[in-house]
């Protein structure tokens, strides 16, 4: 199964994206917010919606899917 990030680890990745876009700094905070897991739910609707290549392109975090769906999800 693979490792997810704590709540805490989640709220300093917003905190330190928050503290880039206040800076003027959109793309480096919209990067750092795709390394905190994509809700399972969230990246299943993306998935859906728009299909797995363009989800994989975004380069979004999708362990926690990983972990609730299985390692061949994206293929099924």
């Known amino acids: 199964m693979t490792e997810t990030m704590t709540i805490d680890e989640k709220l300093a990745i917003s905190c330190r994206a928050a503290t880039l876009r206040q800076a003027g700094n959109e793309e480096a ?3 750092l917010l795709r390394t905190a897991p994509m809700p399972p739910y969230l ?27 299985g390692p061949d999800w994206l293929n099924n």
Do not use: C, W
């Open 29 to 31: 905070a919209t990067r």
């Open 43 to 69: 990246a299943k609707i993306f998935k859906e919606k728009v299909g797995v290549e363009p989800l994989l392109k975004a380069g979004f975090n999708l362990s926690e899917a990983e972990a609730e769906f």
